[in-house]
Nanobody, 116 residues
Framework: QVQLVESGGGLVQPGGSLRLSCAAS????????MGWYRRAPGKQRELVAR???????NYADSVKGRFTISRDNAKKTVYLQMNTLEPEDTAVYYC??????????WGQGTQVTVSS
């Protein structure tokens, strides 16, 4: 069973930056497209960024140009660099395989709050 541990969230002012990390256990991490998801209050969980095993990336329109996803297969870790944060980015952020989350249960997530 793969375990996912997200970290790096926090409280940041609009326009600020954060870098999230997600560490995965298991030996098959490098074979999978990985994604960052988020769940905002009162909304469904949505996929915001994904990266293939070869490093190709794709972003939701709402974060394109502001967020950058990357991965380190040796460390079994996927990152999300978030710049120019907006209040609308406030959510709990999770990682999993993408575009279909195959690994369960979900990690605990990491809270990102963008507020002045």
């Amino acid at each position: 069973q793969v375990q996912l541990v997200e970290s790096g969230g926090g409280l940041v002012q609009p326009g600020g930056s954060l870098r999230l990390s997600c560490a995965a256990s298991g030996s098959i991490f490098s074979d999978y497209t990985m994604g960052w998801y988020r769940r905002a209050p009162g909304k469904q969980r949505e996929l915001v960024a994904r990266i293939t095993s070869g490093g190709s990336t794709n972003y939701a329109d709402s974060v394109k140009g502001r967020f950058t996803i990357s991965r380190d297969n040796a460390k079994k870790t996927v990152y999300l660099q978030m710049n120019t944060l907006e209040p609308e980015d406030t959510a709990v952020y999770y990682c999993n395989t993408a575009p279909v989350p195959l690994w369960g249960p979900w990690g605990q997530g990491t809270q990102v709050t963008v507020s002045s």
